[in-house]
């Protein structure tokens, strides 16, 4: 009878996958809750105490690290020797193998995570376990991901799994364990040392896709284990996404992750926003986020911070959208966006995990950052202008700030009412900048006169607050920290315009 030893924290589809096992003649042994739950169901499994002779101790933290279970996982049937050592000592191989680790990112993500539980959630024997069997993966099946499950059956129904998937499969396994391993060595690494000294990048391919960003180029999307990252991605309906589509997508959903309690949301092209707005509810929020800038939402990404409903749906009938994404799309309003039949609809979690990394790739290399998270706080904001803003400027400040943040520097962003009315992205200049958010607040009918005007980075010259003044703004949110800050701050103030600086940039190269 074939042995398969079940012992997984992630409990999705594994009293399914025993149980058609069983069926197959296989018998079942597990340990602790896995055994339990495998018990409950009416699944025959033996404990793993009973092959090991040796109670579980520790609260658990000692359980499988035994000869009787690593002597079963590693020894080759195809060695004489192995077989009579086994025989000897009285252990049956094990030929199947399903662990996977306890939840140590997902622990690590939570903002109040005490370090006593990050450092339970470290997973002893589950690596152990799984390095065995992949390790030995001619004799061992070892299986880590549960979405596996079900063609491991189907395999196995057929008859021997053949060595090209048990291969894949060990592969799966220490790619896994790195990942895991590098999330547990960044935690450890403490605040004042920096990034990890070493880190071992693992990631799984999730998609082949049709094309890069031009189509002779090959692609493919893959996913890090990462909580909220894109691997927890959901399509509706549509086409397949574009390597493009999935780089806006990320830009969408990462520009409307800075409002927490408030409807927002944006239109982005090419990876920037031509269109951001919040709104007392999402319908409204989206109605202005297209007032933007009408002609560039045709053929962009739009993201929602909230759930995107009929009414939200029916609001786009007009429009051709490449990809529509939020956080959920319940099934009235899909059947308005059915109308459409090339139309991506995806579900995607907004925002990002704390201390969650962000790479960029060079030649031969990547560069990694911690990941800009927008700061809502004032702290640090002063009033450097003899006019201060007055409270209608002042909420579009905010407001401009935080939408400034999701745009390429040198970017430059134009708020009335909540609204981006101009945006200038991708200048080499700031005061070009300026100007091209004038030029397209204008080209729509927007009103500059009175607007709020958010730069994200400094005035390295006076000309850009000049320029804005000649559109009649009367208030800017600006970082500071120029060699002439005095002449920007000298110019507001012969204009009559209110200026306030952060003493943050946020620049997005």
């Known amino acids: 009878m074939p042995r398969a030893l079940i012992s997984v924290s992630d409990k999705r589809g594994s009293v399914e996958f025993a149980r058609e096992l069983t069926e197959l003649g296989w018998e079942i042994v597990s340990t602790g809750g896995t055994a339990a739950a495998l018990r409950k169901a009416g699944v025959p499994v033996t404990p793993v105490d009973q092959v090991t002779g040796f109670p579980e101790i520790l609260d658990g933290r000692v359980k499988t690290l035994h000869p009787a279970i690593h002597a079963g996982l590693l020894a080759r049937p195809d060695l004489p020797g192995h077989t009579r050592e086994l025989e000897a000592h009285r252990i049956l191989r094990f030929d199947l193998v399903a662990v996977n680790l306890y939840p140590f990112q997902t622990t690590i993500s939570r903002p109040s995570v005490r370090n006593e539980d990050a450092l339970e959630n470290i997973d002893v024997g589950g690596p152990a376990m799984l390095r065995s069997a992949a390790k030995n993966y001619l004799h061992v099946i070892p299986v880590v991901d549960p979405t596996d499950y079900r063609w491991v059956l189907e395999t196995l129904r057929r008859g021997e799994m053949p060595e090209e998937c048990r291969r894949a499969l060990a592969a799966k396994v220490f790619g896994h364990t790195a990942e895991y391993d590098t999330a547990v060595a960044g935690y450890l690494t403490a605040p004042g040392e920096g990034l990890p000294p070493r880190v071992n990048l693992s990631v799984e391919r999730m998609q082949e ?115 529509i994404v939020g956080p959920s799309v319940p099934e009235d309003a899909l059947a308005v966006f059915a109308e459409k039949k090339n139309l991506r609809v995806v579900e995607l979690p907004v925002g990002w995990p704390a201390g969650s990394l962000d790479w960029k790739s060079v030649r031969g290399g990547f560069l990694v950052q911690d990941r800009f998270t927008f700061d809502p706080s004032e702290e640090g904001w002063k009033v450097v202008t003899t006019r201060g803003p007055t409270p209608e400027a002042w909420n579009d400040l905010q407001f401009s700030w935080a939408a400034v943040a999701a745009v390429k520097s040198n970017a430059i962003l134009l708020a009335r009412d909540e609204q981006a009315i101009g945006i200038g992205t991708g200048q080499m200049s700031r005061v070009d900048a300026v100007f091209l958010a004038i030029h397209k607040a204008r080209q729509q009918q927007h009103a500059t006169d009175g607007a709020a005007l958010a730069s994200d980075g400094f005035f390295p010259f006076p000309d850009a607050v000049e320029e804005a003044a000649r559109a009649g703004i009367r208030a800017i949110v600006q970082p500071g920290g120029s060699l002439r800050d005095a002449e920007a701050i000298a110019a507001a103030n012969r204009h009559g315009m209110a200026m306030v600086m952060t003493g943050k940039r946020m620049f997005r190269h």
């Open 209 to 323: 896709l049709r094309y890069g960003e031009n189509p002779q180029q090959r692609a493919a999307l893959y996913a890090t284990e990462e909580p909220r990252g894109i691997r927890d991605i959901k399509q509706r309906q549509g086409k397949e996404l574009s390597f493009n589509n999935l780089l806006d997508i990320d830009a969408a959903t990462a520009a409307v992750g800075a409002w927490k309690t408030r409807p927002a949301c944006a239109v982005v092209k090419h990876t920037t926003p031509c269109g951001i707005a919040v709104g007392r509810t999402a319908l409204e929020a989206l109605a202005k986020a297209r007032a933007t800038d009408p002609v560039s939402a045709f053929g962009g990404v739009i993201a929602c911070n909230t759930v995107i409903d009929r009414q939200m749906a029916e609001s786009l009938r007009d429009l051709f959208v490449e990809v």
